[in-house]
């Protein structure tokens, strides 16, 4: 990999946007940031730092003896036997030096070839923990993408994951950064591998280790307060958000966290996803034959929404799990801190604000609840795990099957109710996506998505170890019917949230939005008027295109619909919200092609929807099949693949400084030559799945805005 140059040399792949230093209130900022996370609890004591050291010393004795142990069982020389040697290796939080107390270590065993991972190490490593009196909780997961076992020793709980190298000795200074330890190595082995080298090249990356430290436990625990912390919910885990901050402050070398805190949102919600967040560029590597992310080659990558590419070869995309809603549910936050930052700046806002909890339970009207159950504890964590894992995918089946008209926002995490020890639920906000224009006819459309959970209960349902007990329920549910075990102490609060940031905002929104109503109605009056004298004008002989305004005034005109303008940033819990490449048409046609969209629009346009006052009638079927053209997006990505040498060109006109934050991507194929349209091609065999169309009378019966009468999901597969 291509490495960044130190001593006050250039990090990462572009020029840094300031070198600036910090200024006297940029000082007093980090202090009280440093202060505010301390007081919060983010930094372990002495004693428990000491605890883990001794906790992985002893880790590593008990890998040590294992080896010997295995190479004995095996019958290898006694110079092999003298010289047998396992090592233990830390990544994650922990080697980033940014957990908090009580968080588990991320380690990863390195032994030699004739260790094997099936036999040895979920094998005989694993009974000799068993018996160990100090481990408890030991959880051997050997199926799983990357094969771990879990466990506590001595109070402390590890993650450890093992990497077979094709060597018959481990050197004790082995270095696993340099890419020839992957040559014959085995998946498995790659990705155990690609933690710990992912996690040693971003400290090498980063001009300040100490200030990068401080910001990323800053945006962790943002993250997590806004509900934005979850790799498998679809948001961003620990290593996306270490990588983000990563770029940051290479862009940024002399900044403090303060600073660094700031300009995190400033830069990320000037983005243009998906181009990808690099920290170093991304070579070839020695012609291993892995696969690394490149939408150019791989049809898969062209679909991702916000790639986070690692620095380590190979190069993959740590972000694939994020949908279109969930980036914009983060596109939204990222807009919301960068208000708060500048409200800071005017000392109208402190870091109490930043750190504000989301409210979710008071961000929709609409909400699905996925509730789970098992016979007894281990199936219900078993059950758990699988559920988890699959709920993302509901995301993804709901957005397609809507056309990414009604956004789903997945809780990152689940509630127990604790007179239910067998039960636990998740839940999903539900609303209408605001980024998609309201059109007539469609703006009282109900969402029928019956069809979509059935077709993600069966595939839940289909878990390879489900035994008898594992059940399955998904219900919609108002924000009046919420079950008071989410709150805190298992009681509902009386009223919604008050004097926080996000209900100024709402109360601003609204009062913005009457005030909108207000002018909308008096320009629709107006415009009636001058409809009406101009209708014969003899100067009017070419019809007059109909445009969003005026489609809005037919509608208020021809039925009883309130016109309520809904700013982009605003969604009903304050949360900022606005849709993804609102404010670039192409985000990708930009960022590969020569197109002529002004990358650095200022501010989007509102859009305004418009909603019945009463239960609309729902439209015809056939009428809802063809809101949107399903090649729409495919269209948009054959553009993104048609370019030759074109990227310096469009990257000349970038200004200054979005070319610092977006680099170039070089659009040649592995031979030097221009890339083609062979993506283009296989992508095209992928059709969308068109909505299935059934047959209704004539008379539409009313519906509500979500229709979801579901019945009990539990078995229905015959298990």
Request: glycine fraction near 6%; aromatic fraction near 8%.
């Amino acid at each position: 990999m291509a490495s960044v140059q130190q001593n006050g040399q250039r990090f990462g792949i572009t020029e840094p946007i300031s070198l600036g230093g910090p200024t006297e209130l940029d000082v007093i900022k980090t202090q009280e940031l440093e202060k505010y996370l301390q007081d919060v609890g983010l930094y372990e004591g002495k004693e428990e730092a000491v605890r883990r050291e001794e906790v992985l010393g002893k880790l590593d004795q008990v890998v040590k003896t294992w080896i010997k142990t295995v190479t004995r069982a095996k019958g290898l020389n006694d110079q092999l036997l003298h010289e047998a040697n396992a090592k233990i290796y830390t990544f994650g939080s922990y080697r980033l030096g940014v957990h908090g107390p009580g968080a588990d270590i991320d380690t990863l065993c390195v032994g030699p070839s004739y260790a094997t991972r099936k036999e040895d190490f979920f094998g005989e490593l694993q009974r000799m923990l068993s018996e160990m009196p100090e481990v408890t909780e030991l959880h051997p997961v050997p199926d799983a993408h990357v094969p771990l076992m879990g466990f506590k020793l001595n109070g402390v709980s590890i993650d450890l994951l093992y990497a077979q190298l094709p060597l018959y000795v481990i050197p004790e200074d082995l270095d696993i950064l340099q890419d020839s330890i992957l040559q014959n190595a085995d998946e498995q082995t790659v990705r155990s591998l690609n933690g710990c080298r992912v996690t040693d090249q971003i400290l090498r990356l980063v001009p300040n280790i100490q200030n990068f430290r401080t910001t990323l436990r800053c945006m962790r625990f943002w993250a997590k307060r806004r509900g934005v912390y979850s790799n498998v919910s679809g948001f961003l885990g620990g290593i996306n958000w270490a990588l983000l901050v990563a770029r940051i402050c290479q862009l940024y070398p002399n900044a403090l966290p303060s600073m660094l805190t700031s300009r995190f949102f400033r830069v990320y919600t000037q983005w243009r996803w998906p181009n990808p967040v690099l920290l170093c560029s991304m070579d070839e590597g020695p012609c291993l034959g892995l696969q690394v992310w490149d939408p150019r080659r791989n049809v898969k990558d062209v679909t991702h929404k916000m790639p986070i590419i690692t620095p380590a070869y190979p190069c993959m995309n740590s972000s694939y799990n994020v949908s279109a809603s969930t980036l914009r549910i983060m596109t939204g936050e990222f807009q919301r801190g960068k208000d708060i930052c500048e409200a800071m700046e005017a000392n109208k806002a402190d870091w109490d604000t930043l750190f504000e909890p989301f409210a979710f339970f008071e961000a929709y009207k609409n909400y699905l609840q996925i509730d789970i159950t098992a016979a007894n504890v281990d199936d219900l964590r078993k059950w758990k795990g699988w559920v988890e894992s699959r709920l993302r995918q509901l995301t993804l089946k709901i957005e397609r099957y809507t056309y990414d008209r009604l956004q789903c926002h997945p809780h990152p995490h689940d509630f127990q109710d604790a007179s239910r020890p067998l039960h636990c639920s998740y839940f999903m906000g539900l609303q209408r996506n605001q980024g998609v224009a309201v059109t007539e006819g469609n703006e009282g459309e109900p969402f029928d998505i019956r069809r979509t959970v059935d077709e993600f209960k069966r595939t839940v349902n289909n878990y390879t170890f489900w035994i008898r007990g594992m059940e399955i329920n998904v219900s919609h549910i108002k924000r009046r019917s919420i079950p008071s075990f989410v709150f805190p102490g298992g009681i509902r609060p009386s009223h919604a949230s008050k004097g926080t940031w996000d209900s100024k905002r709402r109360s601003e929104h609204r009062v913005s939005s009457a005030a909108s109503a207000a002018t909308t109605t008096t320009t629709t009056n107006e415009a009636s008027s001058e409809s009406k004298a101009g209708s014969n004008s003899p100067g009017d002989g070419k019809k007059r295109k109909r445009g969003g305004d005026e489609a809005l005034t037919d509608q208020l005109r021809s039925s009883k619909h309130v016109a309520v303008s809904v700013p982009v940033e605003n969604c009903e819990g304050g949360s900022p919200n606005p849709s993804v490449g609102s404010v670039y048409s192409s985000p990708m046609r930009d960022y590969c092609t020569n197109g002529k969209s002004d990358p650095m629009v200022k501010d989007p346009p509102e859009n305004v929807a418009v909603f019945s006052k009463g239960p609309p009638a729902s439209p015809p079927v056939n009428k809802i099949a063809t809101f949107q053209a399903p090649s729409q997006e495919t269209e948009e990505l054959e553009d993104s693949f048609d370019f030759g040498n074109q990227v310096t060109e469009q990257m000349s006109n970038i200004p200054a400084a979005t070319a610092t934050i977006i680099p170039p991507f070089k659009a040649t194929t592995s031979n030097g030559s221009p890339f083609s349209n062979r993506a283009v091609e296989e992508l095209e065999e992928f059709p969308m799945r068109q909505p299935e169309v059934t047959h209704r009378a004539s008379v539409q019966q009313r519906k509500p805005i979500i229709k979801l009468s579901f019945t009990s999901l539990g078995k229905t597969n015959g298990k």
